[in-house]
């Protein structure tokens, strides 16, 4: 005998566990519905689809917007970095069908943070303004808000932040 689920139905069993366990992709949701293996029924894009869908994009945006502007959001387990940034404008929202987004400008207090290398603190300022590594640093900062984006903004809304390359403290004088 052969199953047969359409969308309708899979969005239904989506709905129902958003339902029993709240509207999150989290770990538990991405190993119950396969999203990291091919055979999955729904792929990330589509998570994030019906978790909009299920919240409402009224909603799905004013929460994104609360946790945004929940400044200063703070990162210390992303590869030796502990720094704070903050979300300092929000340009553009895209509730589009596939690949829902919002752009935001983030600044980097690279005053106060530190990065671990090769086993040595260093502070932020000073691995930035290195000639050897700084532009390796700069991408590593990035990538380390995007994830936080990924899990605190994407995984509770569905809604992908988009962000430019961050602002840091000690580089500009006007923070508007």
């Known amino acids: 005998m052969k199953l047969i689920i359409t969308e309708s139905k899979y969005k239904n069993i989506i709905f129902n566990y958003f339902n029993k366990f709240g509207g999150e992709i989290d770990n538990q949701f991405i190993n119950m519905f396969k999203l990291d293996d091919r055979i999955g029924m729904i792929d990330y894009e589509d998570a994030n689809k019906y978790l909009i869908e299920w919240r409402g994009e009224k909603e799905s945006k004013e929460l994104a917007k609360t946790l945004l502007l929940q400044n200063p959001h703070h990162i210390n387990d992303y590869g030796g970095y ?13 509730l589009d069908y596939r690949k829902p987004n ?63 390359s961050p602002k840091y403290t000690s580089r500009i004088f006007n923070f508007n």
Not at 82 to 94: A, K, L, T, Y
Not at 117 to 146: K, P, R, T
Request: proline content about 0%.
């Open 82 to 94: 502990d720094f704070f940034f903050e979300v300092i404008d929000i340009d553009n929202w895209d």
């Open 102 to 164: 919002v752009v935001v400008k983030v600044k980097v207090n690279d005053l106060s943070g530190t990065v671990e290398i090769d086993g040595n603190n260093f502070s932020l300022e000073d691995a930035l303004d290195n000639d050897d590594y700084g532009f390796e640093i700069e991408d590593e900062v990035s990538w380390g808000i995007d994830e936080y984006f990924k899990k605190n903004i994407r995984s509770k809304t569905g809604i992908n932040v988009i962000f430019d």
